[in-house]
């Protein structure tokens, strides 16, 4: 017991970095998935070619390095800063999860029933009045429960910047694992923890964003 009194608060010095670099990076990954998932869909080849890229580079490559190429390899290959630690671990995660979502975003919008769009032509809408007030909202529940999934997905991903210096929670575990391997059980267990109870809001709203997804979409 006085070993998890002592090793709790000390894990929690790192919960400040955790929750910002998830709200930073998910934030920025959302962008990055609407941004490419729209060029996915755009007339134009150039940029359905160029987006393409981006999405197949970051899916079919490991985040760990991504990050360390981010980190290391750029600064000194090209000489480009990306700022600190910090906006490293965050761009890293929002370019990789955005390009996993960025599917998502596409196949939700080309799921939509035909119907909506022949609908929204015969009211002599524009293709970015179809977009914005027909096929969008309906596609948007669709993507909500993925949306979700993946913020869980980034939770866990958040424990990757230890690796970069970010003083993380799991960060501060290696720490006081280093210094008394006999701690070691104890501290993961509370890192466990940790996460999941960072992970239970978002599970949350996971299972009301299936509920919401489930209303108000016109079927094929």
């Known amino acids: 017991m ?6 709790f608060p000390q894990l929690a010095r790192g ?25 996915r869909l755009s007339k134009n080849v150039f940029i359905r070619k160029a987006t393409s890229v981006y999405v197949e580079i970051f899916r ?14 750029i600064p000194m290959l090209f000489g480009i800063q990306l700022g600190s630690n910090w906006w490293t671990g965050v761009i890293a995660i929002g370019l990789n999860y955005g390009a996993y ?8 919008i080309l799921s939509v029933a035909k119907g909506q769009t022949e609908a ?29 999934n993946y913020t869980i997905q980034m939770l866990k991903a958040t424990s990757l910047v230890s690796l970069i210096g970010m003083t993380d929670i799991l960060y501060y575990g290696d720490i006081i694992r280093s210094a008394n391997l006999s701690q070691a059980p104890i501290v993961y267990v509370l ?7 960072l992970a239970l809001p978002l599970i949350f709203l996971q ?3 299936e ?6 979409v016109a079927s094929q």
């Not at 979502?101 to 939700?108: A, D, H, P, Y």
């Not at 890192?191 to 109870?197: A, H, M, P």
Request: charged letters at 10%; hydrophobic letters at 60%.
């Open 15 to 39: 919960l400040g970095i955790t929750v910002s670099v998830l709200i930073a990076a998910a934030i920025f990954s959302y962008i990055m998935a609407f941004a490419a998932g729209l060029c």
């Open 120 to 148: 929204a032509i015969a009211l002599n809408m524009s293709p970015f009045q179809r977009m914005r007030l027909v096929i969008f909202p309906q596609a948007l529940r669709m993507m909500l429960p993925e949306f979700s």
């Open 60 to 73: 079919g490559t490991s985040l760990i390095v991504q990050l360390f190429w981010l980190y290391y390899a």
């Open 211 to 216: 509920e919401i997804s489930k209303k108000g």
């Open 101 to 108: 979502m960025s599917e998502v975003v596409r196949g939700s």
């Open 207 to 209: 299972r009301k964003a």
């Open 191 to 197: 890192v466990l923890i940790f996460y999941f109870l």
């Open 2 to 7: 006085n070993a998890l009194i002592e090793v």
